[in-house]
């Protein structure tokens, strides 16, 4: 079923045009990956789903992008959009975790919307960081910054923040361009083991990593979405002669 | 030349500059220390002056100048805090915006009497307030808030876009953004800000002039609606209305005066210590 529908969806930074005529359906628990060259949109598109493009002046959209059937940019008070990134989390491309203990890092956002405290709260971060497999490395210093922690590590905590809030949908952009390959072989399993709770949108560079984790995909280029189905379909036969050069390294 | 002799007689002009920079500083403290330490004894830090202020301590304008600076920056702080917060993270780039940002900058460059002139007119007159501690802390407040609303807003430009970012992104609202992942990270900015006004504020005398300060109060204040003695005014007022005054009784005041700014200073930065404990940062 399509979790989130993007309907001739186009957007405008001042007079540049990001988004042109975008369409398309994501589907629940599973991992829906967006190529493209750098600077097509990959970005622009992902962070349209979680209304992150509201921070930037000067910007136009038009279209929809309706979550579990509601037109997500109908909402108008500040608290709305605050409750729909609880329910669409995002993780960077570069691992930003804050200069906060591990602990307050994934109890950040439970802390703030008073959903949990004590005992939950801590019950909330173990499960967290179990589920991104840092648990059992780091049970015995949570207290300890999370600017220590590797690179890798700290991606993943990052990860748990955004479970603790209980998402339904996680965004990822290019999660693992500052990782080695071991650990970005590993985020991408953490990625599949996800998808079975979580509906997930990962922007990549590497189409590598489209090819090897996700369901469907989608390939942009110039603000387009030239062609977007099944993973398995776009890498062996792509019906469009730019998918078909791009795949093939011909483009750029 | 080679470069390497071009670069050893750049760095030896850098470091004979700064030499130029440190050197009056030792100087000020040498004079100040070997002309005036015989003069600080409990009894000149504790006690009332005596004969026409030649004698006995002054405890009165320790006092009035410890009361005055930490009213001022009890006002100032966070008034500038709300103001830099307000003009960084809210105000939209407009025609009313802008000319705020010009008064500000504006303000900064105005001389400090003009301040006292305005004090005394405003404060003082207008509001009624007579020449108090209140008014002259007042009067400094306004002083000191440029400096204050500046200082504020490098510091809150200073902390990293992707902090905002990430805590919008978990559907944390932009008032708590602010307030639990901002602010925390600008504090030991803003707190170097508050230093650099209080030292400032407490050497001030023009703006008090009119304002806050008295010739000589034989007691200690006991509301901030009095008029008090300040270290600053009352050094003027040793050092050039009193004939036959013991030179170490002048230049104790000053060395106090240069200990009590050391001294406040001291706990913003403990102070400092003790927040970015508390914030893990
Ligand atoms: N805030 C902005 N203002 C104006 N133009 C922007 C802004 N953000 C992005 N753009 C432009 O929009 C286009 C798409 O940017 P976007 O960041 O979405 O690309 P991308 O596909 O994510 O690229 P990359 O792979 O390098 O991350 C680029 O041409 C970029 O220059
Ligand atoms: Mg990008």
């Not at chain 1, 748990?160 to 990822?172: N, S």
């Not at chain 2, 009095?226 to 003027?236: K, R, S, W």
């Not at chain 2, 209305?241 to 002048?250: A, G, R």
């Amino acid at each position: 079923m399509a979790i989130l529908t993007v309907t001739n969806l186009d957007l405008f930074y001042g007079a540049f045009h990001a988004l042109k005529a975008i369409t398309m359906m994501i589907e629940e628990k599973k991992i829906t990956a967006i190529i493209g060259p750098s600077g097509c949109g990959k970005s622009t598109l992902l962070r349209m789903f979680n209304r992150m493009n509201d921070t930037i002046e000067n910007i136009r959209i038009t279209g929809e992008v309706c979550l579990d059937g509601k037109n997500i940019y109908n909402m108008k008070t500040e608290r709305e959009i605050d409750r729909l990134r609880r329910k669409v989390g995002m993780v960077f491309q570069r691992p930003n975790p804050f200069p906060l203990s591990i602990f307050e890092n994934v109890a950040f956002g439970l802390r703030i919307h008073k959903k949990a405290k004590g005992q939950v709260l801590k019950e909330i971060v173990e499960a967290s960081l179990k589920a991104v497999l840092l648990w059992d490395d780091l049970k015995h210093k949570l207290k300890t910054s999370s600017l220590r922690l590797t690179l890798e590590q700290q991606q993943r905590l990052c990860i748990a923040r955004v479970l603790a809030v209980k998402p339904d949908v996680i965004l990822l952009d290019e999660p693992c361009s500052s990782l080695d390959p071991i650990a970005t072989r590993r985020i991408e399993e953490l990625m599949i083991e996800l998808k079975k709770q979580y509906t997930i949108l990962l922007v990549t560079h590497n189409m590598q990593q489209a090819a090897r984790i996700s369901d469907d995909t989608g390939f942009m280029l110039l603000g387009k979405l030239i062609e977007f189905g099944q993973t398995s379909c776009i890498f062996t036969n792509p019906r469009e002669k730019e998918t078909v050069d791009y795949i093939t390294g011909r483009y750029g | 030349m080679s470069p390497r002799i071009t670069q050893k007689i750049a760095f030896s002009l850098l470091f004979l500059v700064s030499l130029v920079v440190f050197i009056p500083v030792l100087f000020i403290i040498g004079i100040l220390v070997s002309k005036g330490a015989a003069a600080l004894t409990w009894e000149f830090i504790f006690s009332m002056p005596k004969d026409g202020m030649r004698g006995g301590g002054i405890l009165p304008a320790i006092v009035g100048t410890l009361l005055i600076v930490l009213c001022s920056i009890s006002i100032a702080l966070p008034v500038g805090i709300l103001a830099a917060v307000y003009l960084n993270e809210y105000a939209k780039d407009n025609l009313l915006t802008r000319i705020i940002q010009l008064s500000i900058v504006n303000l900064a460059g105005v001389p400090s009497i003009i301040y006292g002139l305005f004090g005394l007119a405003f404060f003082v007159i207008m509001l009624n307030l007579g020449v108090s501690v209140i008014a002259g802390a007042l009067t400094l407040a306004i002083m000191e808030l440029p400096s204050i609303i500046t200082t504020t807003r490098n510091s809150l430009n200073n902390v990293p876009a992707s902090f905002r970012e990430v805590s919008l992104s978990l559907g944390v609202s932009r008032w708590q953004t602010i307030r639990r992942v901002v602010l925390p990270n600008a504090l030991p900015g803003i707190m170097t800000g508050a230093i650099l006004s209080i030292a400032r504020i407490a050497g001030e005398t023009a703006p008090i002039l009119f304002t806050a300060a008295a010739f000589y109060v034989p007691h200690l204040p006991h509301s901030l609606s009095e008029q008090v003695m300040a270290l600053p005014y009352h050094l003027y007022v040793i050092s050039t209305q009193i004939p036959n005054m013991p030179e170490k009784i002048t230049y104790g005041t000053a060395l106090i005066l240069v200990l009590l700014v050391l001294i406040l200073s001291f706990t913003v930065i403990i102070l400092r210590i003790f927040f970015r404990k508390r914030y893990k940062w």
